[in-house]
């Protein structure tokens, strides 16, 4: 059985930081490609960072400089530091896993980010 199990969401105050995790397990964890995706209400879900087996990264225009996603073959978790996080970085933040054939997501994570 597959399982993503995110983590490390939270309500933060704008120019502050938190840093997502997301731990799996039943999956080949190392030859898949692992990302973070939000929505926030109302909007689409939409790519954050992603991250390849190779360890090559992508990263939505709106967070780069800002955000930093890492991957532990080990432990089997990626995660995702988030810096000078802003109002409109509010969302539910998901944990993807896909590799050639399938496609997993987690239940994920509230960040807010609000004074």
């Known amino acids: 059985q597959v399982k993503l199990v995110e983590s490390g969401g939270g309500l933060v105050q704008p120019g502050g930081s938190l840093r997502l995790s997301c731990a799996a397990s039943?999956?080949?964890?190392?030859?898949?490609?692992m990302g973070w995706y939000r929505q926030a209400p109302g909007k689409q879900r939409e790519l954050v960072a992603s991250?390849?087996?190779?360890?090559?990264?992508n990263y939505a225009d709106s967070v780069k400089g800002r955000f930093t996603i890492s991957r532990d073959n080990a432990k089997r978790t990626v995660s995702l530091q988030m810096n000078s996080l802003k109002p409109e970085d509010t969302a539910v933040y998901y944990c993807?896993?896909?590799?050639?054939?399938?496609?997993?997501w987690g239940q994920g994570t509230q960040v807010t980010v609000s004074s």
């Open positions: 993807k896993s896909s590799d050639s054939l399938l496609t997993y």
């Open positions: 991250i390849t087996s190779g360890r090559n990264t």
């Open positions: 039943g999956i080949i964890f190392s030859i898949n490609t």
